[in-house]
C-alpha cells in the first residue's frame, strides 16, 4: 500500500501526494532550510519560514511568495474517512481516546505541569502508535489509565486544569 498526504495549502487549496512523489522529487537542500526545486523544467527557490512538527504545519517561501501549508498523513486521512476527529475528542480539559486501542505508555502523572504540546501517553490503534499531547498548557488533574490498558472511544483518559493567570 502506497503511503499518501493531503496537503492544504493557505486553508483553500488542496493536493494529493504519494510518498514517490516526494521522494523522486527534484530538489536540492542549499541550507538546513532553504532549498533549490525543478518542478515541470522551471528553478523554484524554496525556504521553510516556520515548522510545528507536531501540527504538520508550516509557513514556506516559494520564489517570493509565501504559503502556509498543513499536510495530512495516512493516520489523519484513515481518521478522517472514518468520520472521526481528534480534535474533536480533545476537549479543552480533556484527553479522550479518538479510537479504541491499547495504552503502550504513559508520560504524564497527577500534578504535573504540562505545555500545550507536550507528549502526554502512546495509544496504539489500527495497528499505529499514536501520541497523544496536552490541548493546551495546564495540570494533570487525574489519570484514568495505565499501561497495558485497553480504552474505548471516547473514554477519558488524562483530566488538566488549566493554569490560573493571578
Given amino acids: 500500500m502506497e503511503k499518501k498526504y493531503k496537503v492544504t495549502v493557505n486553508g483553500a487549496y488542496e493536493y494529493q501526494f504519494s510518498l514517490d512523489d516526494i521522494t523522486t522529487l527534484d ?14 523544467h522551471k528553478s523554484n527557490k524554496a525556504e521553510v519560514l516556520y515548522a510545528d512538527f507536531n501540527k504538520k504545519r508550516y509557513t514556506v517561501r516559494i520564489n517570493s ?10 493516520l489523519d486521512l484513515l481518521i478522517e474517512e472514518m468520520g472521526l476527529s481528534l480534535g474533536s475528542a480533545q476537549a479543552v480539559n ?10 503502550l505508555d504513559v508520560m504524564a502523572k497527577e500534578g504535573d505541569e504540562v505545555k500545550a504540546g507536550d507528549y502526554l501517553l502512546v495509544l496504539e490503534a489500527m495497528k499505529m502508535e499514536n501520541t497523544l499531547s496536552a490541548p ?6 487525574s489519570v484514568h489509565i495505565e499501561k497495558g490498558q485497553t480504552v474505548d472511544k471516547n473514554q477519558l483518559l488524562i483530566e488538566l486544569e488549566e493554569i490560573s493567570e493571578e
Fill in 136 to 141: 493546551g498548557d495546564g495540570i494533570i488533574k
Fill in 94 to 103: 480533556d484527553i479522550k481516546a479518538p479510537m479504541p486501542g491499547l495504552i
Fill in 27 to 40: 530538489q536540492q537542500e542549499l541550507s538546513g532550510s532553504k532549498f533549490h526545486v525543478l518542478k515541470e
Fill in 65 to 74: 511568495n509565501i504559503y502556509e501549508v498543513d499536510i495530512a498523513n495516512e
